[in-house]
């Protein structure tokens, strides 16, 4: 079926064109392709299912402990895996999340839970567990459980351990910890709305026994745009300015952290068409341009821009992954932009509200980010790492360097322009197949008409 100039609509090139006016053939037209671009394009797109996973869990920590009996180190074991199992399976398909401690299978794992003998190194101020930045394997510790006199009676019925409690506990930490490899930031959440990725603070050891927390709806989000993607990491962008993080820690606070080393910044965007992009940060490439065009890049993806429950609340910084960020924005399926990236021209952020942390450096509490896509489409993003009050380390903050690529020790500029070429994801791709093969059909046409 096509649409021609001459306002005749051909259902096909045996039936002869049904002459039913130019106004109605236009709407029609409109509808059609209405019908193409915001409905079969986004199927198609999201049609592709989502690979499985496997999430190996090591247990040999459980195994070693003296002061569980071997029924109880199976219950826990078991709860453990059926917590972590049944939060990634609600969100991506049970089919498509395998968790076992079946020692075979750590090798090949996708994602790897180390449960950690003994309590968190960091003696001053523990946390729960860790995400080594870039790596696939997370690190929960038992001992800050167990063996934390503060918090261990939070864990016991009657004054024996609860296997329940102590599994929903670690359960949680572990999922909220591979929850990060995949690129979820953090949430302030507070009582009900608390989810998988809020804030350790906010959740106290006895919640942790007792209350069971999910993935919210941005968090599931961005699990199921990562599922099947290698842990993320940040690019450092060669001779290009970016956003360079500085961790002064977290704040003593009563309750334990999730992990340390993570700069939570409230997210705000603004810009009448936000909804038409995705907002990211530049990661290193993972698929040699297979997935999404980019040969150099990974566009890792932090949230969405449609003012809904999607939206992250916060872009967390995580030590060692989000050192350096270069943002970048991406065209949803369904906009004019599908699959396009508008990489942060570097004059358009701003610093605002420095304090000089303890080291002297002097860092920004506030940036703003602005994007010209083209006259009339201006996006605005900001993020203000000191909305959380006596939650914001006062000296978190960042600044915004020109990070030169170490080739032996010698920084060298790289070709940014070869780099920052904008790049068309496979939405563009099959966008200009749809647009190419409807032009190519009408010229067909055309030139049938003109024998
Ligand atoms: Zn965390």
Not at 276 to 296: A, H, M, S, W
Not at 436 to 445: F, Q
Request: glycine residues 10%; contains cysteine.
């Amino acid at each position: 079926m096509t649409c021609d100039q001459s306002g005749n609509l051909s259902v096909n090139s045996f039936v002869s064109p049904i002459k039913i006016g130019k106004v109605w053939t236009m709407i029609l037209c409109a509808l059609i392709f209405v019908a193409v671009f915001v409905v079969a394009v986004p199927i198609i797109v999201h049609a592709q299912p989502l690979p499985k996973q496997t999430i190996y869990v090591d247990t040999s920590a459980i195994n070693a402990r003296t002061d569980l009996t071997a029924l109880q180190k199976a219950a826990l074991k078991g709860y453990i895996l059926g917590d972590i199992k049944g939060n990634f399976g609600v969100k991506v398909g049970s089919e498509n999340v395998e968790v076992t401690d079946d020692p075979s299978k750590k090798a090949t794992a996708d994602r790897v839970v180390n449960i950690k003998a003994g309590r968190d190194p960091n003696t001053a101020n523990p946390a729960w567990g860790r995400w080594p930045a870039g790596s696939k394997s997370v690190d929960v510790y038992l001992g800050e459980f167990m063996d934390d006199p503060n918090v261990a009676d939070a864990f016991k019925t009657g004054g024996s351990w609860d296997t329940d409690k102590l599994g929903r506990a670690i359960g949680h930490t572990a999922g909220h910890e591979v929850g990060h490899s995949y690129s979820i930031g953090h949430n302030s959440k507070a009582g009900d709305e608390r989810s998988k990725m809020t804030k350790g603070n906010n959740i106290p050891a006895t919640d942790r026994a007792n209350s069971l927390f999910n993935f919210d709806e941005h968090g599931a989000n961005v699990l199921k745009s990562n599922w099947g993607k290698p842990p993320c990491a940040t690019a450092v962008d060669y001779d290009f300015k970016v956003l360079v993080t500085h961790y002064w820690g977290e704040p003593t606070l009563p309750n334990k952290p999730n992990e340390l080393g993570a700069l939570d910044t409230l997210f705000g965007f603004s810009g009448l068409y936000s909804s038409q992009f995705d907002f990211g940060v530049l990661g290193k490439d993972t698929d040699g341009g297979i997935r999404d065009g980019n040969p150099y890049f990974d566009f890792i993806f932090k949230s969405s821009m449609f003012g809904n429950a999607t939206d992250a609340q916060m872009i967390s910084f995580i030590q060692g992954a989000h050192d350096y960020s270069q943002f970048v924005l991406r065209g949803t399926p369904t906009s004019p932009f599908a699959g396009q990236w508008f990489i942060l021209n570097e004059e358009k952020l701003y610093l605002n509200n420095f304090i000089m942390n303890p080291s002297g450096i002097n860092v920004a509490r506030l940036v703003g980010m602005m994007w010209h896509i083209e006259p009339g489409i201006i996006i605005e993003i900001t993020l203000n790492s000191l909305a959380y009050g006596t939650a914001s380390n006062p000296y978190n903050g960042f600044t915004y360097e020109t990070i030169w690529k170490l080739v032996g020790g010698v920084s060298i500029p790289v070709d940014k322009f070869g780099l920052l070429a904008p790049y068309f994801g496979f939405a563009s791709t099959i966008m200009v197949a749809v647009v190419a093969t409807a032009i190519y059909v009408k010229r067909v046409k055309h030139r049938k008409e003109k024998q």
